[in-house]
């Protein structure tokens, strides 16, 4: 019975330290939007990819903040003005083959 309680003990801390991390990316995430935002309202540049992996670090997290997440945690009062800034990323297909088609306007030959 001793070595249940003990591996009951271990997936608790588990389910802790679970926790402790989705609270500090979801702080990770919520820093990114705050900064893009402030950096929008004071019309200053901000690099992404840098405020990104200084949130990671802040809040000592594993990987860096996925930018679906930081999409979806903006508020809808600043959605369309920061959408832009976050789709500047080349979109990636499953094949790796994005086709592109360019239609030119119709002229006479």
């Known amino acids: ?19 402790n991390h989705n609270e500090n990316y ?10 893009l935002m402030k950096a929008y309202d004071e019309g200053s540049s901000l ?7 200084s949130a990671a670090k802040k809040y000592k997290l594993q990987g860096i903040p996925r930018v679906s997440d930081i999409l979806g945690a ?5 959605k369309a003005k920061l959408m832009p800034f976050l789709k500047q ?9 994005a086709v592109v088609a360019v239609m030119s306007k119709p002229h006479r030959c």
């Open 74 to 78: 903006i508020p809808p009062s600043h």
């Open 89 to 97: 990323k080349p979109v990636r297909t499953a094949s790796g083959v």
């Open 26 to 35: 979801a702080l990770a995430v919520s820093h990114v939007v705050s900064s």
């Open 1 to 19: 019975s001793m070595s249940t309680s003990s591996n009951n003990n271990s997936s608790n801390n588990n389910v802790i330290n679970k926790n």
């Open 47 to 53: 690099n992404l990819t840098k405020a990104k992996s």
